[in-house]
């Protein structure tokens, strides 16, 4: 095969999920595409790698110092959701449950993978709770043994801070069966009950 599709082949391979065989189907198709739409995607990639950061506020990817979601005013300022990666920022926002700011960790706490507090962005949101007029924490971390410990740990930095701090309940996904969700997932959605 010709060395400069080999190139881009290979290339293509370093994308997560991307196997050997995607990633020739992948540079055929871009091979076959009109130029400007393979090039649109290239400076797409290269504006996002040049031009993103991270917001000085809540660390979630921006192109200026404060991102969209803290520059706009007209949201509730006083409730902020936290979570483990930038990309959970967009799920919770398509939810469209409540419009308030968010706090990016950049991960979660493992010890065992040298992740420990200082690697994460907690001194930065008991920083912002301290300084603003925070009313409540909604710790939004995965449901996994690293989200948890994470949750547990900034439950405990704020506990001094008089702000609620609350967990997001884990339940069944909406319109199945409670006779096929796993045991885990029951118990939490148990623990996790409101009253109706
Ligand atoms: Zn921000």
């Known amino acids: 095969m010709h060395g400069i599709i080999e190139n881009l ?3 293509l391979t370093r994308l997560p999920g991307i196997g050997r065989k995607s990633a020739q189907r992948l540079a055929f198709f871009i091979l076959s595409m009109p130029e400007a739409e393979a090039l649109s995607i290239a400076d797409a990639i290269r504006t996002v ?3 993103a950061r991270f917001c000085s506020q809540c660390f979630n990817i921006t192109d ?3 991102c969209e979601i803290c520059s706009d005013e007209s949201r509730d300022r006083s409730r902020i959701v936290v979570v483990e990666e930038p990309s959970n920022i967009l799920v919770i926002e398509r939810a469209k449950a409540f419009r ?3 706090h990016v960790l950049l991960g979660a706490l493992s010890p065992i993978d040298g992740i420990t507090p200082e690697r994460l962005k907690i001194d930065e949101l008991v920083g912002r709770v301290k300084d603003h007029d925070i009313r ?3 710790i939004a971390t995965n449901p996994t043994t690293k989200g ?3 949750a547990q740990y900034i439950k405990e930095q704020l506990a001094p ?3 609620k701090v609350t967990r997001i309940a884990y339940g069944l996904p909406m319109g199945s069966d409670i006779e096929f969700a796993d045991e885990v997932t029951l118990g939490k959605a148990l623990e996790g009950r409101r009253e109706l």
Request: one cysteine or more.
């Open 64 to 66: 200026s110092d404060l």
């Open 136 to 138: 409540e924490v909604v």
């Open 161 to 163: 801070l008089n702000v």
């Open 100 to 102: 308030c700011l968010y």
């Open 49 to 51: 790698k040049q031009t």
């Open 9 to 11: 082949i290979n290339q």
């Open 148 to 150: 948890e410990i994470t």
